[in-house]
């Protein structure tokens, strides 16, 4: 087992947090990139890119962070 002192630990966790930041960026660049139709259905938001949610493809979330994460999620599952 690997033993981290306090230096170490908060290193980790701002690498971590600077990742998380990152990805952040790179999904609201692909918001920027293809405008998908931003709505707000009663407590959910939903990024729509496409004619519907059958052929297009969508984010949900109670946030509109969350919603940016799930489009940028099943943006790059429907790529793969």
């Known amino acids: 087992m690997i ?3 306090e230096t170490q630990v908060g290193q980790y966790a701002l690498l971590e947090d600077m990742q998380r930041r990152l990805d952040q960026l790179k999904d609201l660049d692909l918001i ?5 139709t931003f709505s707000k259905d009663g407590n959910q938001y939903c990024y729509l890119y496409g004619e519907d949610f059958m052929q297009g493809i969508a ?4 946030t509109v962070a969350e919603a940016v994460a799930d489009f940028a ?3 790059w599952n429907k790529k793969a």
């Open 73 to 75: 999620k099943a943006y």
């Open 32 to 36: 920027e990139k293809l405008k998908p």
């Open 59 to 62: 984010g949900f979330g109670s």
């Open 3 to 5: 033993h981290l002192d």
